[in-house]
């Protein structure tokens, strides 16, 4: 059985800086495309960055370029999007995600059961 843990959410204050984890039980990091999707208040579900196994690379979306880094850890079976310079924008709940294609259009497989980050003074 497939299941997408997350931790790392919480608050901060605008400026700063977070680290949400995602660790996969039923298969391996590597095995799928992964990545994080957020949903804030009275918005849409979002796709934030993925990476594609077929090729390494990897997907942000324009909002968070240069600020967001996703990166993977095999050796610990873990995916996580460190976040800086964070917003109010930012305010959202974020999903860890596996499964299907990483693109812009993305559509996982599964799920995480989400984290909240809020950006707020």
């Known amino acids: 059985q497939v299941q997408l843990v997350e931790s790392g959410g919480g608050l901060v204050q605008p400026g700063g800086s977070l680290r949400l984890s995602c660790r996969p039980s039923?298969?391996?990091?590597?095995?799928?495309?992964m990545g994080w999707f957020r949903q804030a208040p009275g918005k849409e579900l979002e796709v934030i960055s993925c990476?594609?196994?077929?090729?390494?690379?990897?997907y942000y979306t324009e909002s968070v370029q240069g600020r967001f880094t996703i990166s993977k850890d095999t050796a610990k079976n873990t995916v996580y999007l460190q976040m800086n310079s964070l917003e109010p924008e930012d305010t959202a709940v974020y999903y860890c995600?596996?499964?299907?294609?990483?693109?812009?259009?993305?559509?996982?497989?599964?799920w995480g059961q989400g984290t909240q980050v809020t950006a707020s003074s």
């Open positions: 039923g298969f391996t990091v590597g095995q799928y495309d």
């Open positions: 995600a596996a499964g299907g294609v990483c693109y812009e259009h993305w559509r996982p497989l599964y």
């Open positions: 990476f594609a196994t077929s090729d390494g690379s990897s």
